[in-house]
């Protein structure tokens, strides 16, 4: 299982990834730039990622702690998302993000 995650350079990196972790764990097990102060429990907003297009409709649907916190995040998107709260599977096997500003 792989993500693909897009740096702030514009550089892709494919990472593989278990089923279970959250995506923001892989990312900075990887040795990737993302904060992720609170360490995944949706409350920092500094694991904050865009998803390609082409994944927006088939990732879970963000829940209201997640989409509260987003609000305090900056550079929001439509495609962004908090990485802790994505939860690796096989269905989101070749998903692609690209690292987003955290301020
Ligand atoms: Fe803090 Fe995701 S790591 S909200």
């Known amino acids: 299982m792989k993500i693909i995650v897009t740096d702030f350079d514009n550089k892709e990196h494919q990472l593989d990834a278990i089923e279970g972790w959250r995506v923001m764990e892989i990312i900075?097990?990887?040795g990737l730039p993302i904060k992720a102060e609170?360490?995944?429990a949706c409350c920092c907003a500094t694991c904050h990622v865009y998803v390609?297009?082409?994944w927006l409709d088939?990732?879970?649907v963000a829940r209201d702690d997640e989409l509260d916190m987003l609000d305090e995040a900056v550079d929001v998107e439509d495609s962004s998302r908090l990485s802790c709260q994505l939860?690796?599977?096989?269905?989101?096997d070749g998903l692609r993000?690209?690292?987003a500003p955290t301020g």
């Not at 939860?87 to 989101?92: P, T, V």
Request: aromatic letters at 0%; one cysteine or more; glycine letters at 10%.
């Open 52 to 54: 390609e297009d082409e």
């Open 38 to 40: 609170c360490g995944g």
């Open 28 to 30: 900075r097990d990887h």
């Open 87 to 92: 939860i690796m599977s096989a269905a989101l």
């Open 58 to 60: 088939k990732i879970p």
């Open 97 to 99: 993000v690209k690292l």
